[in-house]
């Protein structure tokens, strides 16, 4: 089955700073890979995401980038903010049908003001 | 407003006991799925339905039952509590476009 890897598992950023986290990928089958954010004692919310079609995505702030060929996709968040405190978990799967989507473990991201 | 909702939003359990989370779910997304979530080790996936009447086990089901009667409701069954269960549940679901959405959690502690 997928095993999707999540680092670093704690970022520590100042205001301003850009913020990185990296998953790998264990399946060449997986097509999709979105991004959750979670607050603290929130639900996670979808933030964006990327299908395999595709290098690179952004929306204002943040970007997925994916590398299909060594099985890594990342999110970039510049000019970080306060606010981008919060847990971002990472995840893969093919797109439709009955593919069950895996997870990374998380990375917990604090912007310090 | 449409999305999922689950109920209770927390809960204190006797270990032994029995308890069943709610989740419903008004977009008629064909996939849901139960998820714990604990400090360290993320979202585990502990059972899983693609569509009405059919259910898979997940990750970590032990413990764990579920029923898929229609395509709204995802019921999660602890038939006998025990204090690993303490955790956070999310219930989601998936429509075409491959996002999750994410019910709001429902916080159980197993004493």
């Known amino acids: 089955g997928e095993n999707v890897e999540q680092h670093p598992s704690t970022l520590s950023v100042q205001e301003g700073d850009s913020a990185v986290i990296k998953c790998t990928y264990s399946?060449?089958?997986?097509?999709?890979f979105p991004w959750y954010k979670q607050e603290l004692g929130k639900r996670p919310q979808l933030i964006i995401d990327?299908?395999?079609?595709?290098g690179e995505k952004k929306d204002q702030r943040i970007a997925v980038t994916l590398n299909k060929t060594a099985k890594h996709f990342s999110l970039h968040i510049t000019e970080t903010q306060p606010e981008d405190s919060a847990v971002y978990f990472c995840?893969?799967?093919?797109?439709?049908?009955?593919?069950?989507?895996?997870f990374g473990r998380g990375t917990s991201l604090i912007v310090h003001p | 407003t449409a999305g999922i909702t689950q109920a209770p939003t927390s809960q204190i359990l006797a270990a032994g006991r029995s308890m069943t989370l709610r989740c419903t779910q008004d977009?008629?997304?064909?996939?849901m799925y139960w998820y714990r979530q604990d400090l360290g080790l993320g979202l585990r996936l502990i059972h899983y339905?693609?569509?009405?009447?059919?259910?898979g086990k997940g990750e970590v089901p032990d413990g764990y039952s579920v029923s898929r009667a229609n395509t709204d409701d995802f019921p999660l069954t602890l038939a006998s509590a025990v204090p690993s269960q303490t955790s956070v549940y999310f219930c989601?679901?998936?429509?075409?476009?491959?996002?999750?959405?994410f019910g709001s959690g429902t916080r159980l502690t197993v004493v």
């Open positions: 989601a679901s998936r429509g075409d476009r491959d996002g999750y959405t």
């Open positions: 995840a893969a799967s093919a797109s439709g049908g009955s593919y069950i989507p895996t």
């Open positions: 339905s693609n569509t009405a009447g059919t259910t």
């Open positions: 399946d060449s089958a997986s097509n999709y």
């Open positions: 977009m008629r997304h064909n996939a």
């Open positions: 990327i299908r395999s079609n595709v």
